[in-house]
């Protein structure tokens, strides 16, 4: 499922998609996902923890990307119903078959999020 077949389907995003700053994503996350709140800013410290420790941009760059894609997920919510409920189903999946199958089905919904951010 990507983002561009929810929204052709009526899946509209909730609010705007925020610009790729730590304090727009954290307002974002606020609004569409405030269950995360916490663990954005456990990210952002651990980021900003780690590109002082490397003197690299590197950590900050990839947590922004990450948690712009999470965020355009979440904007959406049949993309993330869809990519929540194929989250649990492969983390309970009994074969390892089933898991992956499930796995895949929530990379691609976050690769697609991903993607639509970047492209951006």
């Known amino acids: 499922m990507s983002l561009q077949h929810t929204e052709a389907s009526g899946d509209a995003p909730l609010i705007p998609r ?7 994503l ?12 916490a663990a ?6 651990q980021a900003l923890g ?4 490397h003197d690299s941009l590197g950590p900050v760059h990839a947590y922004l990307a990450h948690w712009a894609a999470l965020i355009e997920i979440e904007r ?14 492969g983390h309970i999946a009994a074969e390892s078959t089933e898991a992956r199958e499930h796995l895949t089905v929530a990379s691609g919904i976050y690769r697609a999020a991903a993607e639509a951010v970047r492209a951006e």
């Open 18 to 24: 925020p610009e790729r700053t730590p304090a727009a």
């Open 26 to 37: 954290r307002a974002a996350c606020a609004v569409v996902a405030p269950q995360l709140v």
């Open 40 to 45: 954005y800013d456990q990210a952002k410290e």
């Open 50 to 53: 780690e590109a002082v420790a």
């Open 76 to 89: 959406h919510p049949g993309a993330a119903k869809a990519y929540h409920r194929a989250e649990y189903l």
